[in-house]
């Protein structure tokens, strides 16, 4: 996200430009978004923004140089185990057999990303309680600008309402009035749910059709990593009940007991929570066109603030929505590379020289 583009800034031998009118345009920013930014406020309302974006983007950065760097090995593999009917044991020969047909069944068998949808979002739970979090939570890329968020949520209605967050929700709603809310508008449909969910199943089939395995597998993880950041992100709106900037909501926090006119779930964004998941996947399977990565966390960005452009979001839940995605993503990139080290397989055997039957199961990592 360029800062430029989203707050245009004038500054001229440092003396900022009075916000009252415009040349050009001939209208005056109305009282309804709310006052005005004095010029104090709006130098030390740049300078927070701009750190927790510098932040933000750091924290991509670094993560997207290993996403399982964050993971954990796993515990040790259990040999072959040999279940049979009769007491006796199985010929050597035998189990040898069956064991390298197991590993040949495993060695065809379909890649993670082609596996059942459902199943691999009930395996990312566990996954992400057990190991992804507990190893998240003390990385400082995240931690600092989550904490930098959280505190912009929880000041915004203040005393009389005049916190950073909402100031520079109404700064940025003002700014875009005009010929800015039509592009909002077009970027915040890219986010909602029917249009993304028509891009990444058109990717996916276009990229199983063409054999272009890359994109299948992109559109395919993407949609797995959507499933957890829906899920999560819903829970985080439902906990924190904070009202949306319209109507002239302040963003109080854990409103149970909202208004007329008052509409709650804004932090954190859901549109930046799901653009940034689908931007880090796809970054990732294309790291080597570093072009994906613009493209990817740029669009990702603007989606995010089109949303505190037309007063649906505050600043502060764009800047969380974003973090909860980046990680959800590398969390779904690093479980697929954990699940490719071992594959595990189930097969019979009949050993026709002992008379015998039994099963077999066999393990390769």
């Known amino acids: 996200m360029h800062v430029n583009e989203v707050f245009r800034i004038e500054a001229e031998n440092m003396v900022p ?18 006052r005005g930014l004095n010029p104090p406020f709006r130098r030390v309302t740049f300078l927070q923004v701009a750190v927790l974006l510098f932040l933000l983007c750091l924290s991509v950065a670094r993560a997207q140089e290993d996403p399982a760097s964050n993971a954990s090995s796993g515990s040790g593999d259990s040999p072959p185990v040999s279940l049979k009917e009769s007491d006796e044991t199985l010929p050597l020969s035998a189990v040898s057999d069956a064991a390298g047909e197991g590993e040949k069944a495993a060695s065809t068998d379909r890649p993670y990303w082609r596996r059942n949808l459902f199943g691999r979002f009930f395996r990312d739970q566990k996954y992400l309680f ?20 959280i505190a912009l949520a929880t000041t915004s209605s203040r005393g009389n309402g005049e916190g950073t967050d909402l100031e520079l929700q109404r700064y940025v709603q003002n700014e875009t009035r005009g010929r800015g809310e039509g592009v909002a508008r077009g970027f915040s449909f890219i986010g909602d749910t029917a249009p993304g969910a028509a891009l990444i199943g058109t990717g996916y089939l276009i990229g199983r059709w063409s054999h272009n395995d890359r994109l299948a597998e992109a559109s395919s993880l993407s949609a797995e990593a959507l499933l957890t950041a829906g899920l999560w992100s819903s829970a985080m709106k439902a906990v924190t009940a904070r009202t949306r900037p319209a ?14 006119g008052e509409t709650v779930g804004s932090f954190p964004s859901g549109h930046a929570t799901g653009a940034f998941t689908v931007a880090t996947v796809f970054a990732q399977v294309y790291k080597d066109h570093r072009w994906v990565s613009w493209v990817a966390y740029g669009t990702a960005g603007l989606i995010g603030a089109s949303r505190v452009a037309l007063a649906r979001h505050f600043p502060s839940d764009v800047v969380v929505g974003g973090l909860l995605g980046n990680s959800i993503g590398r969390m779904v990139l690093a479980h697929e590379k954990e699940s490719g080290r071992s594959t595990s397989s189930l097969q019979p055997l009949f050993d026709p020289a002992g008379d015998e039957a039994g099963l077999v199961w066999t393990r390769v990592w």
């Not at 430009?17 to 709310?34: F, H, M």
């Not at 057990?130 to 968020?149: C, I, K």
């Open 17 to 34: 430009k009075k916000l009252g009118t415009r040349q050009g345009r001939g209208k005056r920013i109305s009282r309804e978004g709310g």
């Open 130 to 149: 057990t190991t992804w979090w507990p190893s998240e939570l003390r990385r400082e890329g995240l931690t600092l600008p989550l904490v930098g968020g």
């Open 247 to 260: 109507g002239g909501s302040r963003g109080k926090v854990f409103n149970y007991n909202h208004g007329p």
